[in-house]
C-alpha cells in the first residue's frame, strides 16, 4: 500500500513564498503529480516529477527525492486567486499495475 | 477541444437505489480513471478503463463498477447504495496511461439518503 502525508492547511501572504510538502512510502514508486483544486471545481494538472531534481513552471516549481520519499510545491509571487487545495499524487507501479493515490491535500489560504 | 463532460452534475437517491454515472473524456484520450473524492479521506482511485477494459482497480467493494465503450465513453455504476457513498464523483481522462496528464471533469455530486 501506500501513504501519503502532506499538512492539512497552511496561510500564507500575498506576495510572498510558500512551500508544500509530501511524504510518502510506497512500493513501486514511478512518478508524483501535483494538482491544484480550487473549492467546488475539478482538479488541475501542476507539475509531474519521475527523476530527482527540480521542475520549474512559472511561478511553480516542484522538487522531488525518490531517496527521502519527499517532495514539495514551491509558489512564488502568491496571488489571491492561489488560495486552493493543493494534492500530492504518487505513481505505483506495485503489483504489476499501475495506480494513482492521492495525498488529502493541503488547503493554503493567502491573505492580503 | 472540449473538455471531459459527467453527467449528471448532482443526484439524490435513497439507500438501497442503485445509480449510474457518465463520463465523456476529451477526444482522442483512450484512457479513462473514475474517483471518489470525500472530505474525510479525499481522492480516492476506483478503476480505469482502456480500450474497453478495467486495467486498473483501486479497493473499493464490488458494489462499485465500470465499463467502458468502444468511443471511449464510460459509466460507473453503485449498485445497493450506503450514507457514505455521498460523495463527489470525479472523472479523469488521459491519452494512454494514468500517468499520463489527466484532465478532470466537473464531477458528479451524489448524495444519498
Known amino acids: 500500500g501506500q501513504n501519503i502525508d502532506q499538512p492539512t492547511e497552511m496561510t500564507a501572504t500575498e506576495g510572498a513564498i510558500v512551500q508544500i510538502n509530501c511524504t510518502y512510502q510506497?512500493?513501486?514508486?514511478?512518478?508524483l503529480f501535483w494538482y491544484q483544486q480550487h473549492a467546488g471545481e475539478a482538479p488541475t494538472f501542476l507539475s509531474y516529477?519521475?527523476?530527482?531534481g527540480l521542475e520549474e513552471k512559472g511561478r511553480f516549481s516542484s522538487f522531488l527525492s525518490r531517496s527521502k520519499g519527499y517532495s514539495y510545491l514551491l509558489l512564488k509571487e502568491l496571488q489571491m486567486k492561489d488560495s486552493a487545495s493543493y494534492l500530492c499524487a504518487v505513481r505505483d507501479a506495485g503489483a504489476g499495475s499501475y495506480q494513482l493515490t492521492f495525498g488529502k491535500g493541503t488547503k493554503l489560504s493567502v491573505i492580503p | 477541444k472540449a473538455g471531459v463532460t459527467q453527467t449528471p452534475r448532482y443526484l439524490i437517491k435513497t439507500r438501497g437505489q442503485q445509480v449510474t454515472l457518465s463520463c465523456s473524456p476529451i477526444s482522442g484520450h483512450r484512457s479513462v480513471s473514475w474517483y471518489q473524492q470525500t472530505p474525510g479521506q479525499g481522492l480516492q482511485f476506483l478503476f480505469e478503463y482502456f480500450s474497453e477494459t478495467q486495467r486498473n482497480k483501486g479497493n473499493f467493494p464490488g458494489r462499485f463498477s465500470g465499463r467502458q465503450f468502444s468511443n471511449s465513453r464510460s459509466e460507473m455504476n453503485v449498485s445497493t447504495l450506503e450514507l457514505g457513498d455521498s460523495a463527489l464523483y470525479l472523472c479523469?481522462?488521459?491519452?494512454?496511461?494514468?500517468?499520463?496528464?489527466?484532465?478532470f471533469g466537473p464531477g458528479t455530486r451524489l448524495t444519498v439518503l
Open positions: 479523469a481522462s488521459s491519452l494512454r496511461t494514468v500517468t499520463d496528464e489527466q484532465f
Open positions: 510506497t512500493s513501486g514508486f514511478n512518478g
Open positions: 516529477n519521475v527523476l530527482d
